[in-house]
């Protein structure tokens, strides 16, 4: 009688505890996502049963008709954003009370965890404040021959398998192996050859990163449901054998620069440590001043009131941009290619634009005002994005009660937010026919016909927390080299 009278107390207790927690979205008359007990509404996505694009399109395909839905990760309750107005005070209106991603990182123990993507408040602000000028077209276009050189070794290792009658390959790993030889490159100035060896330890690096197992797989979770339990368990989240890796890969690279003057390149970590040891990146004679000082400020941001960087965020820096850049690039150009054998019309359409801007420039080589030409070369890249955007959802934090005073609702402080990119970028009633492959959509006009741009169209997010530097021009000369 007993144990049953405690399980009728504990079932009642349960009852209520559900419905205060599952009823905050209802109680502030805002659709919600039906919860499951303990799983809130994310059991499939916990169960690896949809991936998170997967997810939270279904959520957008299901609610699409209200502006904003909420969710519950367990008991904490969360906002997705349908409304493309309402995306726009988030992102841009009213960023300030928006500007973090609301995942933390205890910088203690994982000093490689300080960096652009992570970083929130203030101290992200002075971040992307001293690092916007390392972003800009000049020095991207400084870069450009690094670039080209690595292209040529792909093209070099192609044709000498075609020739040798291996003519099929893995391509997403041949790509990953490619791009992991740009950046690696550009970032930390190694010589790298990750085409012809696959046992190329920044490649070993690079698919370590990615490699999730039980124990990275819970600190994640903890890190997004309970932040503070997170930070006082002192969880890792970058394994050991990564952190000593390229901390002492930046620590070889800067110690060598520094000590001999002479030497120096156009790439990411020279300018990083321009900004160590001088506090601001020069401008190079031969860009145009005006242009670098508009980019630089085009966030918006104020001054910073970082004067150099530490060790430290020069290492979490180059960490990031590394990790960042050859997983987007190659995943990209993974599609597209696949995109361009399935529609061999529209190969020939690229191909065709090559010749002509090749042939009205007598270009005997690669150059960086050629990729500024090849526009439906550029529509077939962002067609590829917009149908396989590589960030599928945009993830934020509301910093302080918010009231959307134009849609009549409000949100409290700490809200985690989520923004169905890959939904809204395969919703029929915004793009016709979303799952077929037509670059032609954003040749209109330069910001593509209609609705195919602004905010509905965000592989790479919109505003001042949007990724810092896209990655058209490395897609681009990949696609140009394999023309010549």
């Not at 390392?134 to 292209?151: A, E, H, Y």
């Not at 077939?380 to 959802?393: F, G, M, N, S, V």
Request: charged share 30%.
């Amino acid at each position: 009688m007993g144990f049953w009278l405690l399980v009728m107390i504990f079932a009642v207790v349960l009852f209520f505890v559900n419905q205060h927690f599952f009823s905050y979205w209802s109680k502030r008359g805002i659709a919600q996502k039906d919860p499951i007990f303990l799983l809130g509404a994310a059991k499939d996505m916990f169960l690896l049963k949809k991936s998170l694009g997967e997810y939270f399109s279904d959520i957008y395909n299901e609610f699409k008709n209200h502006k904003v839905v909420g969710l519950y990760f367990s008991y904490r309750p969360g906002l997705v954003v349908n409304n493309p107005e309402v995306i726009n005070d988030i992102l841009i209106k009213d960023f300030n009370n928006f500007h973090d991603r609301g995942i933390v990182v205890d910088e203690e123990v994982d000093p490689l965890g300080a960096h652009l993507f992570l970083l929130s408040g203030q101290r992200w602000r002075d971040l992307r404040v001293k690092l916007s000028p390392v972003f800009t077209s000049g020095k991207l276009k400084g870069m450009f021959p690094t670039i080209r050189d690595c292209s040529k070794v792909l093209q070099v290792y192609v044709e000498n398998n075609v020739k040798n009658g291996n003519d099929t390959f893995d391509v997403r790993d041949l790509l990953a192996r490619f791009t992991t030889n740009i950046i690696s490159s550009v970032a930390f100035g190694i010589e790298n050859d990750c085409i012809n060896d696959r046992e190329n330890i920044f490649r070993k690096m690079g698919m370590r990163i990615f490699q999730v197992d039980f124990k990275k797989a819970v600190s994640q979770v903890v890190a997004f449901f309970v932040p503070k339990l997170f930070i006082s368990l002192k969880f890792k989240q970058i394994p050991k054998e990564i952190d000593d890796f390229f901390m002492t890969i930046v620590r070889q690279s800067v110690d060598y620069r520094e000590k001999n003057k002479d030497f120096e390149r156009k790439d990411i970590m020279q300018l990083l440590i321009q900004l160590k040891n001088e506090g601001y990146v020069s401008v190079d004679k031969d860009e145009d001043k005006e242009e670098e000082k508009k980019e630089e400020h085009q966030t918006d941001l104020g001054e910073s009131s970082i004067k150099k960087l530490t060790f430290d965020q020069v290492a979490a820096q180059a960490f990031v941009f590394f990790v960042a850049g050859f997983e987007t690039s190659s995943s990209t150009m993974t599609f597209c290619l696949y995109e361009l054998c399935k529609n061999p019309e529209t190969q020939a359409k690229v191909h065709a634009e090559l010749d002509r801007i090749c042939k009205s420039r007598d270009a005997n080589d690669l150059s960086y005002e050629i990729m500024g030409d090849l526009k439906y070369l550029e529509c077939c890249i962002d067609e590829a994005l917009r149908k396989y955007p590589i960030l599928p959802i945009l993830n934020r934090e509301c910093t302080r009660d918010h009231t959307f005073e134009n849609h009549k609702f409000s949100i409290e402080k700490g809200t985690p937010i989520f923004i169905p990119i890959m939904g809204i970028q395969r919703d029929p009633d915004i793009y016709e026919n979303p799952l077929e492959f037509r670059p032609e959509r954003f040749l209109d006009s330069t910001n593509g016909n209609g609705r195919s741009k602004g905010t509905f169209y965000s592989p790479f997010g919109t505003g001042n927390r949007n990724c810092i530097v896209s990655i058209d021009k490395i897609l681009k000369n990949f696609f140009l080299i394999f023309k010549y």
